[in-house]
């Protein structure tokens, strides 16, 4: 690794609006996984007899799941799209139409009939809206970390990069602090005025992002004519290894994320282990914890690196899959609360912390928004479709089925930790110092 690389990944110093950036793309996060996961919870606890009625509870669950794990199929193509123009047009762009297409989306979830006001065709628009949102935020993430890793200084791009995944459980907790709020209300007001409620959400969002400036190593790839011809098809020619290793180290964390979290919200539900009320309850705390876990984990890189941190995680969540489930069939409220936040504030949260500063340095910066978008959101067919594999293995085997699926999504993390490269071990962390010792630092820092 040489100074000459590290300059790849912006200002030695970072710039003076990386704190601004941050925080922006940081806001766009959280409003679009309020509208993701959001999704997620109504599948959960409403959309089966609202547009799956007549069937028993198990199959309209599954039903549910399956049009929740449309949207993560369609997050690929997001990733493409969103990753194309981002190595092409620029990231803020990206950042501002993925941000609308999203809040729109979420907003018209809030206004379907269900299937008792117009038969079929209502499962078939929630499908066709489930699409659009995976489309738009398979586009976002590439940019939104993109923007604040080629901002932020060498020495803190995991600090920068973390205020952007607290973005997530940010909306995590929204999403369910308005859930827990409309849950007694009556009929579908209980799911519509979460949906609804977005739109105020993404009118500040755009407003904050409109002021966000472009990324300085965009721009400096644009100034110099190296910007590709096609982003898409060079980094999977020239890093096809790296997208692969990213896919695996992501499942480890959004699979394992649908079975802790997603699945889990069912099963305590369908199993009565737990009130609508308590899990939400419970789902609101860990997000709490998330917030600081998720910032506390990225900054932690900064110190120690990416990989190490990456292999602890993956081998307690491995450990944890069945302590997990056995917790939480005791049906007492504390041990299920205490069962949520383990498996989102250590083994969901840490992932995505590293995965921040981690993925956009396993790509050349050309086509890095490329990179990084692919194994980002490929891995997101797995996960999406994960509580519906996860529901058949409980028919199958009972809780150990999730369980045994969690350990080995967590495993698949950890090898694909073993086996991809370092970058920000003891040789890039020297010369970050050296060049920051040689270089002025801006007047704001």
């Known amino acids: 690794m040489s100074t000459e690389t590290l300059q790849m990944r912006g200002p030695v110093h970072g710039t003076k609006d990386a704190k601004r950036v941050a925080v922006g793309s940081g806001v766009g996060a959280v409003i679009e996984t309020y509208d ?27 039903a549910s799941f399956a049009t929740l794990g449309v949207g993560f199929a369609a997050r690929p193509l997001g990733g493409i799209i969103g990753g194309y ?49 995976g489309l738009a935020f398979g586009a976002e993430w590439g ?17 920068f990069t973390g205020i952007v995944q607290a973005g997530f459980p940010v909306g995590l907790l929204l999403a369910n602090l308005v859930f827990l709020a409309s849950a007694n209300l009556e009929g579908s007001l209980a799911w519509r005025i979460p949906f609804l409620a977005s739109i105020v959400l993404v009118a500040v969002g755009l407003i904050i992002r409109a002021k966000v400036p472009e990324s300085p190593v965009f721009d400096d790839v ?28 992501r499942v480890a964390e959004t699979a394992g994320y649908a079975v802790s979290v997603t699945y889990m919200i069912s099963y305590l539900h369908t199993n ?10 419970a789902l609101c705390v860990a997000a709490g914890f998330g ?8 900054r932690l890189t900064d110190r120690v690196g990416r990989r190490p941190v990456y292999i602890a995680a993956c081998a307690f969540a491995a450990a944890f899959g069945i302590p997990m489930f056995l917790m939480a069939n005791t049906g007492m409220f504390i041990l299920i609360l205490i069962t949520i936040v383990i498996a989102y504030a250590i083994c969901q949260n840490s992932l995505a912390g590293v995965q921040g500063p981690w993925f956009p340095e396993l790509f050349q910066a050309q086509t890095r928004s490329s990179g990084a978008s692919l194994a980002y959101q490929i891995s997101a067919m797995v996960s999406g479709f994960t509580p519906f594999i996860t529901t058949l293995l409980y028919i199958w085997l009972g809780w150990m089925g999730p369980a045994l699926l969690f350990s080995t999504y967590a495993l698949i993390g950890l090898v694909a930790a073993l ?11 020297r010369l970050a110092e050296e060049a920051a010792a040689t270089q002025p630092a801006p007047a704001h820092a």
């Open 291 to 298: 917030i600081f876990a998720t910032m506390g984990w990225a």
């Open 85 to 133: 123009l981002g190595d092409k047009v620029g990231r803020k762009p990206v950042l501002v139409t993925s941000l609308i297409v999203m809040g729109l989306a979420t907003f018209l979830i809030g206004l379907l009939p269900t299937y008792a006001q117009i038969g079929i065709l209502a499962p078939i628009l929630l499908v066709v809206v489930r699409v659009v949102q």
């Open 222 to 249: 644009k100034e110099h004519g190296a910007i590709v011809k096609n982003p898409i098809l060079q980094v999977i020619k020239d890093d096809w290894r790296n997208i692969v290793r990213g896919i695996a180290l």
């Open 419 to 429: 086996l991809t490269r370092e970058t920000w071990g003891p040789t890039e962390r």
């Open 143 to 159: 940019g939104a970390i993109l923007m604040s890793y080629e901002h932020a200084p060498w020495k803190a791009k995991g600090k």
């Open 36 to 62: 993701f996961i959001g999704f997620g919870t109504a599948a959960a606890l409403y959309f089966g007899p609202a547009f799956f009625p007549g069937a028993d509870p198990v199959t309209a669950t599954l």
């Open 272 to 281: 009565e282990l737990a009130t609508n009320v308590e899990t939400l309850t």
